[in-house]
């Protein structure tokens, strides 16, 4: 059980920089995912956490201990790596039991380890055949018994279920939301999967070219992101993003779309948006936030595709040549190739800087 | 397109193709063997093909074989199996050890040091030898000591110029086998020669020839096993590190399970190679170790052209190989990964 400070991280691969000085702070007993785009560093600073990787520059502490240019051994860490990794030529048993073997515990404590694991993952039927022999998320549970029965001050989660079907990683997500209730060891987790990242986190890092865009628990980062960036990454369809501009009006502010989108600013934007009048912004809006209505903020798109998903359909629409995905009943009779009016709830609008994507909102003053 | 698909006169063209191919490659062994079964006058008087139609076999040459007047037969043959599969042991795990290396971590080594090393241990055994006035051996021994030592510090250093990488690492090791062994072989035999004068003899010794062939079937290892430890997953190797794995249980327990038959294969190339050899055990060895191969040359001088006996001990040296590679080509089957990754 330790928590994790990381002080200006850095690292460098030759005189490419990939992480620019990193802060970080993980509670004890958190669960953290990290997210982002490929190549945003994420796996990096994971494994630079495990000491896989030697960190360039900077600090990193694990409980107390300092261990920036500590082995990976030394870190008691444990870490669940995406391909598995299992010992080919061990039992399942086997592979649980050989880091106990090779630290010298005891037999008889060593197979109380085993089976415990084995009886948490649901393995105790499989010990005795090889990986070969087992299925995909079979083979995951056995890396995840792996790493159970370290012991572990943290446990470290590199993609672990990227290779499984999605039914499977839908299991295998609850498995370790539980794991870690059960065990309530800190917690590192990585993935691409911005779904993965809201459904298991305590709180979400979201990382974009090695910087942290933004920390925060799945419901802030759904509701206020910081920036841009975030609010397209997070939610699933993307969120929609206009250009235009603010400017005064005679009963308070306007949004002048680039797009022929013109409306007044609801009053509960006004405060934080007087201070961007005259100035480029981006109007962002969720889909499953409009509705296909006549009316009140909104706008026209054509329908170039629809996406029937059950409880409802999205639809697929060119704004101009932007595209613009909106949200509709289940039993629309929309068609592709219509043209279709989209209404915003304007309570849910977000608002951002054209410059740097910076969110303007009351609390970001 | 396979073979497996042709049908019709197609497929009886390539059957009668691999027939004569069969026959090409079989037919030197089915003469070796019933050459080892004729008697002197029907080997010199023309060829014959059939046993008990053309001719009427006999177990003379092998009675001769294995009653030892035509040589140390036993012996040499053991002297063959012992040398052979021990040095082929310690080539394939002292070259894994160093393709393991050569893979996995990465060495610099400056053509700088490289060069020192050279002129060290050149000028350093002539400054022995003329200036201080020592033994060849003592003289040799001394300055490659000196300047390995003198050289690998020099590495250290900061030095300009080229500096070689992992790749050229290896190239250096392979390119040891480009040149003619003869030139080798000769070298070694002065220096064996050298040191034996020292009061530790090398020549005609276990030790002597076992060091000359793990020498000389380094880099092929070095070579074959690079590759297939290269091809082994990292994550697995990663996995035990973060479990406090030391390395060197990590290569004896992970890695060498894993390319177990990478490991085999070239066992049995290097085994081919050590049970084969015929200069360096010419050159290396005289009674007490000499090899099957300078045996059955041997043959040829001793008493004329003697067909039959050296078919049946021609035959003797190839049997040995066939069973070796039969059973151990069993091991060398792939899949041996799956489940570790994927």
Known sequence: MANITLTGVTKFYEAVQVIPPMDLHIEDGEFVVLVGPSGCGKSTTLRMIAGLEAATGGQMHIGEREVTHLRPGLRNCAMVFQSYALYPHMSVRENIGYGMKVRGVPKTEARTSIENAARILNLTEYLDRKPAALSGGQRQRVAIGRAIVRDPDVFLFDEPLSNLDAKLRVEMRVEIKQLHRRLKTTMVYVTHDQVEAMTMADRVVVLRKGVIEQAADPITLYERPANAFVAEFIGAPSMNMLDGRIERSDTGLRFAGATGLAFEIPPEHTVALSRSVGEDCILGIRPEHTVEAEGGIGVNVEVVDIEPLGPYTLLIGLMGDRKFTGQTRADTKTRPGDRVPIQFDPQKLHFFRAGDGAAIREDTA | ?342
């Open chain 2, 1 to 342: 397109m396979s073979v497996r698909n042709l049908r019709g006169p197609r497929a009886w063209i390539a059957f009668a193709l691999c027939c004569v191919w069969f026959a090409f490659t079989v037919f030197p062994l089915y003469w070796v063997a019933i050459t080892s079964l004729k008697t002197p006058p029907d080997v010199v008087g023309g060829p014959t093909y059939l046993p008990f139609v053309d001719f009427q076999p006999t177990l003379k040459a092998w009675r001769e074989l294995f009653s030892g007047i035509r040589g140390e037969f036993y012996s040499n043959f053991w002297s063959s199996a012992i040398v052979a599969v021990s040095s082929s042991f310690f080539a394939t795990l002292l070259g894994a050890m160093a393709a393991y290396a050569l893979v996995r971590f990465p060495f610099r080594v400056k053509l700088l040091s490289g060069v020192l090393f050279f002129v060290l241990a050149m000028g350093g055994f002539l400054a022995g030898r003329y200036w201080l006035g020592l033994p060849p051996a003592t003289a040799s021994i001394l300055s490659f000591c000196g300047a390995l030592a003198l050289s690998v510090f020099a590495n250290r250093l900061a030095l300009p110029g080229k500096v070689m990488m992992n790749d050229d690492i290896v190239f250096w090791f392979v390119s040891q086998r480009l040149f003619p062994p003869i030139v080798v072989a000769f070298a070694l035999f002065l220096l064996y020669t050298e040191i034996g004068k020292l009061g530790f003899k090398l020549t005609d010794t276990y030790l002597g020839l076992t060091l000359a062939y793990v020498a000389f079937s380094l880099p092929i290892v070095v070579w074959l096993m690079r590759d297939f430890i290269s091809a082994l997953p990292l994550e697995v190797e990663e996995a035990a590190l973060v479990d406090n794995v030391p390395y060197w249980r990590i290569f004896f327990e992970i890695v060498l399970p894993m390319c177990r038959p990478g490991l085999i294969a070239t066992f049995v190339i290097t085994l081919a190679f050590t049970w084969n050899e015929f200069l360096f055990a010419l050159f290396l060895t005289n009674s007490e170790w000499q090899t099957l191969p300078v045996l059955i040359a041997g043959q040829n001088s001793q008493r004329g052209d003697e067909w039959w006996a050296i078919s049946a001990a021609a035959l003797v040296a190839i049997v040995p190989m066939i069973v070796v590679a039969g059973l151990l080509g069993r091991l060398m089957r792939s899949g041996l990964l799956s489940g570790a990754v994927k």
